[in-house]
């Protein structure tokens, strides 16, 4: 019997791969890092289980693609046919490549079949993804990126859910006998389903015990399967939306991006938050701090001219804004939703001179001018549809969404023509930053609509490198490790509703960097739930992330401008690193708290966020416990917002006297005690290493 191992380690995680007989390689183990002397043999022989009656006499192998021609007793990773029907190959091991790069070729010569497995580790991550080629044109229903071993000991699946408004909503399952299925079939990563999970194990949590993380970086909506087989193995696979796929001769699986912690939740933020902000988003300007973004579409809406938005780019730059969006209603006779998208020219009734004179008022106040686009869609009553009505994707007759039909970026004429429009509107004006809409979901679940957008985002990088551009979806609905390959920022949700924000942020923090998650201070009637909120609580809960506001700024009273101008300033003395740092979320001892704390990469300092969102089961506030500390050190810790204790608290906080010194050790077992709250508040520490 001959068998061959390669194994990939990163600082917290290792997985090992065996080859046996010239087979398709299994994954025998995928946990936390091994030592470096492990002996593979016994790791192999220790793999090995036994039989039982009423079995076939071989157990079919658990491999990174399970083939439903073993027989495997559980879902395959792979579905083809041809004309014929069904095709079920039967993969033999061709050769590795080594490097910084895994690959792992196996061949099907009588099928004339290619699967190549290619693992990447990256910081503390490891890229995996399968691709498949063909001598002739064939269907692939379903392609799973290198499929694993979910461990035994995890009673739960932790998947997301959501919608518009509404994003990043947690959703727990128990493991089962048979399949937990999931799939996005809508053309994007969805509000329904982002392409994430976590599988922790039996007794982990925010902070502690181990998690597996799993992330497709796909746009074009995905797959999920969580199986627990009869004889008691689990297998976990993702990839892209099973039958999106046209004919063709080479498919791949996406690349599905793996962490695993030994510390809980918190461990899984970091690996993700570094492996996006480090080895994903390619920045234009590395060493600019981040923004602080102010967009005019909740101040305005579709009422634009000169004068108002003036007046509002001054208020603005008073207030410490850095960046001007103009967002939806700048072009075409764009008076409301129902028209001229596709036409990406100045609707010269609103704007006679151009948007030059509109520019030149942000730079000569300091900020810098972004604008809104949604170049994927058509309106029918536009110059483009009369033109190419043609362009849509799917059927002439289907519903329509937000008013609009989505144009088939797949085919090379339709990107031609956005760049050229994108590429002209860039060249002839001073523009730095493009929010990029997708308003409606697709008529038919398309996989070439993604790969169509990344070659056009790709082009427009090239032509444009010094441009920085936002993913929005409706809000959050394509957020992704794919998407931010080629942007720099993601929009959330469409709800400013603090609220609601704070728990979004926090659990998005879990795949999701603070330096590319936007998040805006809005109006004090909320837009989108009509809560009237304290502006303080407001302005915290945008300065966890990537700050900007999105009011009419003359609503504020004098009283509410100094409070925002005052957290902004604090936004900005501490954005470089706080935005280089982990932001680790916590376990918190109430359910009517949300807290988490983002710490310095060299851990010199950190800020502590205690949010509370609703009134407590008990009278009096719970001790909020830290993670990620030295324990030998000591740390000196204020309370940043005094001002915002209620009336009814009446005790003596340390914290809320003055400054406190304790150690790491005290602050992760014992924790701070922090002053009473009303619901809306945010406490905010902030801390130093002595």
């Not at 490198?465 to 794919?482: L, N, Y």
């Not at 309370?639 to 005290?666: F, K, M, Y």
Request: glycine share 8%.
């Amino acid at each position: 019997m001959t068998t061959i191992f390669h194994r990939i380690d990163t600082a917290s995680q290792s997985l090992v791969l065996r080859i046996r007989d010239g087979g398709m390689a299994e994954a025998i183990y995928w946990d936390a890092a091994l030592p470096s002397g492990e002996d593979l043999d016994m790791l192999s022989a220790n793999h090995e289980i036994d039989l039982n009656g009423g079995m076939l006499d071989r157990v079919a192998p658990l491999s990174i693609c399970p083939e439903a021609s073993a027989p495997f007793p559980g879902q395959p990773g792979l579905s083809l046919s041809d004309e014929n029907g069904p095709i079920f190959p039967r993969f033999r091991f061709d050769r590795a490549e080594t490097g910084d790069t895994l690959a792992l070729h196996f061949t099907d010569t009588d099928l004339g079949l290619t699967y190549t497995a290619r693992f990447t580790p990256a910081g503390d991550v490891i890229t995996a993804s399968a691709e498949l080629q063909s001598n002739r044109p064939l269907l692939c229903h379903w392609l799973a990126a290198p499929v694993l071993p979910a461990p035994l000991l995890s009673d739960e699946i932790h998947d997301w859910h959501g919608t518009w408004l509404r994003e990043y909503q947690r959703q727990v399952t128990p493991w089962s006998h048979g399949i937990r299925l999931r799939e996005a079939r809508m053309g994007r990563s969805g509000h329904e389903h982002p392409p994430v999970a976590l599988i922790p194990t039996r007794g982990a949590s925010k902070t502690g015990g181990v998690v597996h993380g799993l992330q497709l970086g796909w746009s074009g909506g995905h797959r999920f399967v969580a199986e627990a087989l009869p004889d008691g193995r689990r297998q976990l696979q993702m990839g892209k939306a099973s039958g999106t796929e046209r004919k063709g001769t080479r498919f791949h699986s996406g690349d599905l991006v793996l962490a695993l912690s030994t510390g809980g939740e918190a461990g899984i933020a970091r690996a993700y938050q570094r492996h996006i902000r480090d080895h994903v988003v390619t920045w234009p300007d590395p060493a600019r701090p981040r923004p602080v973004h102010y967009n005019c579409w909740e101040a305005i809406y579709f009422d634009h001219s000169l004068e108002k938005l003036s007046e509002i780019a001054e208020r603005a730059a008073k207030l410490g804004a850095e960046r001007f969006v103009l967002d939806d209603g700048w072009f075409g006779r764009r008076d409301d939703d129902t028209s001229s998208l596709g036409d990406w020219t100045i609707d010269r009734r609103k704007w006679p001179d151009g948007l030059n004179p509109l520019i030149d008022k942000v730079h000569a106040l300091g900020m810098s001018f972004g604008l809104w686009v949604e170049p994927e869609m058509i309106n029918r009553d536009s110059d483009l549809y009369r033109a190419h009505p043609d362009w849509i994707l799917g059927r002439e007759d289907q519903v329509t969404g937000r008013n609009q039909y989505v144009l088939d970026i797949a085919r090379p004429e339709v990107r031609d023509y956005l760049f050229d429009a994108l590429d002209s509107l860039l060249g002839s004006h001073k523009i730095d930053y493009l929010k990029w809409d997708h308003n409606r979901l697709l008529p038919i679940a398309d996989a070439a609509q993604a790969d169509g957008i990344y070659d056009l985002l790709a082009r427009l990088r090239a032509a444009h490198p010094a441009v920085e551009i936002e993913s929005c979806a409706s809000g959050g609905g394509r957020i992704d490790i794919g998407i931010l390959a080629h942007t720099h920022r993601v929009w959330l949700s469409d709800s400013n509703d603090a609220i609601e924000r704070l728990r979004m942020q926090h659990d998005a923090a879990l795949f999701l960097p603070p330096a590319v998650t936007g998040s805006h201070v809005g109006a004090r009637d909320s837009h989108s739930s009509g809560r009237n909120l304290p502006i303080a609580f407001r302005a915290w809960v945008a300065a966890q992330r990537h700050m900007g506001f999105e009011m009419d700024p003359g609503e504020l009273t004098e009283a509410e401008a100094e409070t925002l101008t005052r957290v902004t300033c604090w936004w900005k003395d501490t954005r470089d690193w706080r935005m280089a740092g982990d932001t680790l979320p916590l376990d918190s001892a109430d359910p009517a708290v949300i807290s988490e704390m983002q710490i310095a990469a060299d851990g010199s300092r950190f800020v502590l966020f205690v949010g509370r969102h609703a009134t407590s089961a008990q009278s009096l506030p719970l001790a909020q416990r830290l993670t990620g500390l030295d324990p030998d050190s000591r740390y000196r810790l204020r309370l940043l917002n005094p001002e915002d204790r209620p009336p009814q608290s009446r005790g003596h906080v340390a914290l809320e006297q003055g400054e406190i010194t304790l150690s790491g050790a005290a602050l992760m077992s014992r924790g701070v005690n922090l002053p009473l709250s009303w619901p809306a508040t945010m406490w905010v520490v902030e801390a130093e290493r002595l």
